[in-house]
């Protein structure tokens, strides 16, 4: 178990973590703690909110775009429409 603690001691410290805070309370508690934390780490590398979005935008833009696909040559040939009669007649 982590730090040495037991089964037992974890549910005791879980249990007065539940009275202090309530049972609404922890979940939000403990996502803003797991976003502090990787907030925490982006600042270590080097990467705050903009330069990620600066990076994602780059690499959106340098990506070549997808080549249209080949139409077989079949069916790429225009159809030939029917030669139409005139309804005009010499006389």
Known sequence: MPFGLGFGELVLIFGVLLLLFGAKRLPELAGGMGKGIRDFKRALNGMDEQSI????????????????????????????????????TAA
């Open 53 to 88: 979005q600066a990076n994602a935008q780059q690499n959106y833009l340098t990506q070549a775009p997808a080549a249209p696909a080949q139409v077989p040559a079949a069916t790429a040939a225009p159809a030939q429409a029917a030669p139409v009669q005139s309804e005009t």
